[in-house]
């Protein structure tokens, strides 16, 4: 036995596997857009996620080579087992990106079913997948036939309350080689609006013979018990909670986290998008999320605002200074 950090404790034995892919833990940072990049993966992995799923990527634009499409894929040896997320509509388009970067070495390839955004489901991808499991059925078993990794698929409910159909999304997903499915327990026209539904996660997690990922309404720490609790599920999705603290995957709420401990992490994870996107797109990318490190610190809106808006290495690294110098003053109080 091994523990990790001051409060997670993980045996020799898989908390579940994907196909053949051991997957030590049960608490895994979900694939959201313009956050789950490598430098933010990286540091959730190290805290305590059990798992990564890049970005999801557009499968025209693996197909056509698109250079930023193919960034979102890098990824360290340290976030393994690696899973890469695309979206499309064209089975066939699907299958073959997803022969091309099964070349990349990931250890799962994920289609997202899930996205709501018009600019996806509109298109026919993410979300709108939904409405056709006999589709969906036919891009697994391509995938599942044709690919050496596990396939795994990322879904919502349903399109809407009327047509809340995955339990036979799932059937054929299943049925076509499917080895797990991380469901938000949401329809696509909710968005991220209401409340999840995470009895329905838990009816799922009882008829399902792959795998089950929970993911919606996990804000804290104790919901990631009560989700597991309620549902039986495999493994807990924390999405929009780790972003500013991705200490959440280490059983800690950022007030738990020591301001020192915090602001070393913040300067690590700076320097880490400045190597990876280079110094000015890693500044500019870093400024949300240090808006969600230091989101409550009180009496520090005027400096918050400044670094929001910093253009310069410079001028940040000095923000951050007067940050911890107005801390180790007693002048705001990191939380």
Not at 43 to 54: E, F, H, N, P, V
Not at 152 to 170: A, H, S
Not at 211 to 230: F, L, Q, S, T, W
Not at 281 to 297: P, Q
Request: proline letters at 4%; a positive charge.
């Amino acid at each position: 036995m091994q523990s990790l950090n001051n409060n997670k404790t993980i045996t020799n034995e898989p908390a579940f596997k994907i196909g053949p892919v051991p997957v030590y833990g049960d608490v895994v940072l979900a694939p959201m857009a313009g956050y789950s990049d490598m430098p933010f993966r990286s540091i959730c992995r190290k805290l305590g996620s059990a798992m990564s799923y890049t970005e999801f990527v557009s499968t025209e634009g693996i197909l056509h080579g698109n250079e930023k499409g193919l960034r979102m894929l890098r990824y360290a040896e340290t976030e393994r087992p690696i899973t890469f997320q695309v979206f499309g509509r064209n089975p066939q388009t699907i299958l073959e990106a997803a022969k091309r970067i099964e070349g990349l070495g990931p250890d799962i390839i994920d289609l997202n079913m899930g996205c709501s955004v018009s600019k996806v489901a509109g298109k026919g991808a993410g979300a709108a997948l939904l409405k056709d499991p006999v589709k969906i059925g036919k891009i697994f078993a391509l995938l599942s036939q044709h690919l050496t990794v596990p396939v795994t698929g990322k879904i919502r409910l349903g399109w809407d309350f009327q047509n809340m159909n995955y339990l036979e999304v799932v059937r054929a997903m299943e049925e076509n080689g499917a080895q797990l499915v991380a469901v938000h327990g949401r329809t696509k026209s909710q968005a991220y609006k209401g409340n999840a539904n995470w009895d329905a996660i838990g009816d799922l997690k009882s008829r399902a013979n792959i795998p089950i990922i929970g993911n919606g309404d996990i804000k804290c720490v104790p919901d990631i018990a009560r989700m597991k609790e309620h549902t039986g599920c495999d493994a807990v999705m924390v999405a929009r909670a780790a972003i500013g603290n991705p200490w959440i995957f280490a059983g800690k709420e950022a007030t738990d986290v020591p301001f020192d401990v915090k602001i070393a992490l913040m300067r690590q994870h700076f320097q880490a998008n400045l190597s990876f996107y280079g110094e000015h797109k890693g500044l500019i990318l870093f400024r949300k999320h240090v808006a969600k490190y230091i989101f409550s610190v009180p009496g520090a809106k005027t400096i918050r605002l400044k670094l929001l808006t910093a253009t310069t290495i410079d001028d940040f690294e000095l923000l951050l200074e007067e940050v911890e110098k107005n801390e180790q003053e007693g002048l705001i109080t990191m939380s």
